[in-house]
């Protein structure tokens, strides 16, 4: 079961760092601009983030906290994907399309707002799950 | 993918996956929202599981489901309902005496 996500990421660096090394190679032989590089790498990244963010759900399953019910579970893994893909799309949008000075300001704290988001949402969900159990879980 | 399509193409498979988002049920709960035999309960619950849309747990006699959709495939299910694909058209008549007979009851 581990096997193929662990193939899946290994691709996914592979493909990073092979697609690094080509604009490297375009920006040291002139073909391509600095700034082209920036955005490049920046949308990647952003990429990634949201491939990542889909999978959330998805992979995440299993690993149930102690502390929290399924459905507290099921609803964290979905809020937390949603927003890592959505604030990974919206980092790439912004670099592929925004001016750099704008991308430079508002990409970085979408992707933050996406972590504090997910990670407030984790702590309020074991923390009420610590006291009440969601009414009508199935499984405790 | 076409799995997925496939499962999603079915309106009792996305009502399925939709009282799933609440919570993870039974299999018992869960045919109790539908007017259909527990075979043909059984068989949509295959195909979700053959997309890996849920995730069976059986516990003794009971088999519990829950979610196991990624952004991507919840985004679909989404579109899915918003466009109801799959659900029958019924005709004008169709839809009529339908609506009488809400009335009436």
């Given at each position: 079961?581990?096997?193929?996500?662990?193939?899946?990421?290994?691709?996914?660096?592979?493909?990073?760092?092979?697609?690094?090394?080509?604009?490297?190679?375009?920006?040291?032989?002139?073909?391509?601009?600095?700034?082209?590089?920036?955005?490049?790498?920046?949308?990647?990244?952003?990429?990634?983030?949201?491939?990542?963010?889909?999978?959330?759900?998805?992979?995440?399953?299993?690993?149930?906290?102690?502390?929290?019910?399924?459905?507290?579970?099921?609803?964290?893994?979905?809020?937390?994907?949603?927003?890592?893909?959505?604030?990974?799309?919206?980092?790439?949008?912004?670099?592929?399309?925004?001016?750099?000075?704008?991308?430079?300001?508002?990409?970085?704290?979408?992707?933050?707002?996406?972590?504090?988001?997910?990670?407030?949402?984790?702590?309020?969900?074991?923390?009420?799950?610590?006291?009440?159990?969601?009414?009508?879980?199935?499984?405790? | 993918m076409n799995s997925v399509f496939k499962a999603l193409s079915?309106?009792?498979r996305?009502?399925?996956l939709?009282?799933?988002?609440?919570?993870?049920?039974?299999?018992?709960?869960?045919?109790?929202?539908?007017?259909?035999?527990?075979?043909?309960?059984?068989?949509?619950f295959a195909v979700l599981r053959e997309a890996n849309l849920v995730?069976?747990?059986?516990?003794?006699?009971?088999?519990?489901?829950?979610?196991n959709l990624?952004?991507?495939e919840?985004?679909?299910?989404?579109?899915?309902?918003?466009?109801?694909?799959?659900?029958?058209?019924?005709?004008?008549?169709?839809?009529?005496?339908?609506?009488?007979?809400?009335?009436?009851?």
């Amino acid at each position: 079961m581990t096997t193929k996500p662990i193939a899946t990421s290994l691709a996914i660096a592979a493909f990073m760092l092979l697609a690094a090394a080509a604009l490297k190679y375009g920006q040291a032989h002139e073909l391509v601009s600095a700034v082209f590089v920036t955005r490049m790498t920046q949308v990647g990244i952003g990429v990634v983030l949201a491939l990542y963010g889909n999978f959330i759900p998805k992979n995440a399953t299993r690993s149930r906290g102690p502390a929290c019910t399924p459905s507290r579970m099921q609803s964290l893994l979905r809020f937390g994907g949603w927003s890592f893909t959505l604030a990974g799309l919206g980092y790439a949008g912004l670099w592929a399309f925004a001016p750099v000075a704008v991308a430079n300001v508002v990409a970085m704290p979408l992707v933050a707002a996406a972590t504090v988001g997910t990670a407030g949402y984790c702590g309020w969900a074991a923390w009420t799950c610590r006291w009440r159990p969601a009414a009508g879980d199935a499984r405790s | 993918m076409n799995s997925v399509f496939k499962a999603l193409s079915d309106p009792t498979r996305r009502h399925v996956l939709e009282l799933l988002r609440k919570r993870p049920m039974t299999a018992g709960d869960l045919a109790e929202h539908f007017p259909v035999s527990k075979p043909t309960m059984s068989a949509h619950f295959a195909v979700l599981r053959e997309a890996n849309l849920v995730e069976a747990e059986k516990s003794g006699k009971t088999v519990t489901y829950s979610l196991n959709l990624s952004v991507l495939e919840d985004a679909l299910l989404g579109f899915a309902g918003l466009f109801g694909i799959g659900t029958p058209k019924t005709s004008k008549p169709a839809r009529a005496a339908a609506v009488l007979k809400r009335r009436t009851t």
